[in-house]
């Protein structure tokens, strides 16, 4: 299961959410994002390991500035 987490991961303008109180703007904004790119997501984890990813999962923490993308992957069969 491929995974991938990053601490400062937000932008500045996603900082600047933060500082104002909009945590959860933030959360929808990366959501919406994530839902957006998920093809081209998984298509460069399904390049680099030529296995097909079966399911995407994208989550953070707004308020200790931290993130995690998982890809679960098809069996190799």
């Known amino acids: 299961m491929p995974r ?5 991961s937000a932008t500045p303008a996603e900082r600047k959410l933060v500082t104002h109180g ?7 904004l ?4 994530q839902h957006v790119t998920e ?7 399904e390049n680099l ?7 995407f999962i994208s989550g953070l ?3 200790q500035d931290v993130s995690a ?3 679960y992957l098809k069996s190799s069969n």
Do not use: G, M, P
């Open 4 to 8: 991938s987490r990053a601490r400062w």
């Open 22 to 28: 909009e945590h959860q703007r933030l959360r929808d």
């Open 30 to 33: 990366r959501l919406y994002f």
């Open 39 to 45: 093809k081209e997501f998984c298509a460069v984890i």
């Open 49 to 55: 390991l030529d296995r097909e990813v079966r399911a």
């Open 61 to 63: 923490d707004t308020t």
């Open 69 to 71: 993308e998982i890809f």
